[in-house]
């Protein structure tokens, strides 16, 4: 793949998945939620955090040089961010159901 092309890609994939993870935090504390698996990430030590980083890191790379154009890649970036989006949604609203039934 041409480096460019990659590096557009990966680009589109960490601005998204930043847009993702301000969005959820601002989400949860918009409608009363407790952003729980952010406070969880957040009390990892250092090696922990470095290790998810670098994981993170691997999969929008291997996505990225995955794609067979740009347009589908930034399509399958978007569309992957969204559904991140939805999982982490779904996650709080199972955790704020669960404390509330105990």
Known sequence: MNPAKFALLLGVGLLSFLFVVSLYVVWTRIVGLDPTLAQRCAK???????TLALVSG????????AAPNVEIGIAGM???????????MLFELAQQRERAAS
């Open 78 to 88: 978007v569309m992957l961010a969204a559904s991140t989006f939805a999982a982490l």
């Open 44 to 50: 990892f030590s250092l090696p922990g955090r470095a």
């Open 58 to 65: 691997v999969l929008l790379g291997t996505a990225s040089l």
